[in-house]
């Protein structure tokens, strides 16, 4: 039905390559370097290696989809490459400089950034020299509704004045972290979705702060998802993204992608997990036969290759459409697959944990750590709820185009 070019089947064959002979081998020194470090943000030495390789064998910047920055694959040429990374999903994608938030920065940079901007910030996160977060979610707001979204960018003179709190601040502990990109209010006083603007700020700006870490069910992510206070923050107008207004534009030019790259590597995860399912379940044995002969454990092989197979199709529609049509005609199925291959990905991986018995929750396997990530993705870029509003609201008008718009 999808159907590959030769150069993107010879991107799949190179990275499969890299995973099968570089990435899984340096698994378990990954985790040694980290315990050794007795720093949860620590930047292990493996990474830079894994970096150096990928570069070599031409496996660099594969997300980006413009050809003056990286090798202008379409979004379904990169699905399946973001799923192979989701087998490894803590090493592969920074190994190939293909990890978020770094990715959907780097794309709002190109498309929005001045020349300036470029230069400072897109060459280095293109090199993989510096690492970015991404500050939009607020404590003291629903921020699945961004309109709600608090922290002030007031005009002064040449310069704009930030004040507000942020978290959830994707990769702002890691140890190359250089800028944030940040979602304010430039007027309040505006129409809904023309009051938000984006600007770029260098973390070490005075009265940027870097409060703490939020850990996620327990874990220390390497990257850290910070909470930050910004406190009389002065950057110079030309820290802005695009224009006035425009934070709400910019958003969903970078939250469109970002989803697809999010639910292939949640494929990735699930087709992991179920090879570990399968490699249990035939090498264990309870009362006197394989765990695989039991006719649940069967059930739950063949309903995870099913759910699979539904989601990766779903999710490769999705991709085809945003190269043909755009993202905006593609928003149902965006919609619809952050929703469905989080959930899909999670049931694959709980029934690989349950036939892993006390060691599916332990670290001694990557199942609790990709369950509590697929979790946490079912708030990330928007919850479920949002995604299943709009469908709702596509579906409806539909069948009725002046639902909703009603005085």
């Given at each position: ?16 390559a ?7 081998p ?9 315990t050794?470090s ?5 930047h292990p030495?493996?990474?830079?290696e ?38 490894s ?19 709002v ?38 309109t ?20 959830w ?9 250089k800028?944030?990109?940040v979602?304010g ?8 979705h023309?009051q938000?603007s ?10 940027v ?26 950057v ?12 709400f ?6 939250l469109?992608p ?7 590597r ?14 249990r379940a ?7 036969a394989p ?25 490769l ?16 199925e965006?919609?619809?697959i952050?929703v469905?291959?989080?959930e899909v990905?999670?049931?694959v ?12 929750v332990?670290?001694d ?24 509003r ?11 185009p ?6």
């Amino acid at each position: 039905m999808f159907e590959f070019s030769e150069r993107a089947r010879r991107y799949q064959e190179d990275l499969l390559a890299f995973m099968d002979e570089h990435v899984y081998p340096a698994e378990s020194i990954y985790h040694a370097q980290m315990t050794e470090s007795g720093d949860p943000h620590f930047h292990p030495p493996i990474l830079e290696e894994l970096k150096t390789e990928a570069r070599k064998r031409g496996l660099w910047n594969l997300f980006h989809p413009h050809p003056e920055w990286g090798p202008g694959l379409t979004n379904l040429e990169y699905a399946p490459l973001a799923e192979i990374m989701g087998r490894s999903a803590h090493l592969a994608p920074e190994a190939t400089n293909c990890n978020a938030p770094d990715t959907g920065n780097m794309e709002v940079l190109t498309l929005f950034g001045t020349p300036e901007h470029k230069e400072t910030w897109l060459r280095p996160l293109l090199d993989g020299e510096i690492a970015s977060a991404f500050a939009m979610t607020e404590p003291a707001v629903a921020s699945s509704d961004a309109t709600n979204i608090e922290l002030r960018m007031q005009a002064d003179g040449d310069e704009y004045v930030l004040n507000g709190r942020k978290w959830w601040t994707s990769n702002a502990l890691h140890k190359n972290c250089k800028v944030l990109i940040v979602m304010g209010k430039t007027d309040p006083d505006g129409p809904v979705h023309r009051q938000q603007s984006m600007m770029v700020v260098p973390i070490d700006t005075p009265g940027v702060t870097v409060l703490r870490n939020l850990p996620v069910f327990g874990y220390q992510d390497r990257e850290g998802h910070a909470e930050v206070v910004f406190e009389n923050v002065r950057v110079p107008r030309t820290a802005l993204l695009a224009g006035e207004g425009d934070g709400f534009m910019i958003s969903q030019a970078r939250l469109g992608p970002g989803r697809i790259h999010h639910c292939m590597r949640a494929i990735g995860m699930a087709e992991r997990a179920l090879d570990l399912m399968i490699d249990r379940a035939q090498s264990r044995t309870t009362f006197g036969a394989p765990v695989a002969d039991r006719a649940n454990i069967q059930d739950w092989i063949a309903e995870s290759r099913i759910e699979i197979e539904m989601a990766r199709l779903l999710t490769l529609e999705a991709a085809y459409l945003m190269d043909t049509v755009g993202n905006r005609n593609a928003r149902v199925e965006i919609a619809a697959i952050k929703v469905a291959a989080p959930e899909v990905a999670l049931k694959v991986v709980d029934r690989a944990i349950q036939v892993h018995g006390g060691g599916g929750v332990s670290e001694d396997f990557p199942l609790a750590s990709m369950y509590a990530h697929l979790r946490t993705l079912r708030l990330a870029d928007g919850p479920d709820e949002v995604h299943k509003r709009t469908i709702a609201q596509m579906e409806l008008r539909r069948r009725d185009p002046s639902w909703g718009k009603r005085k």
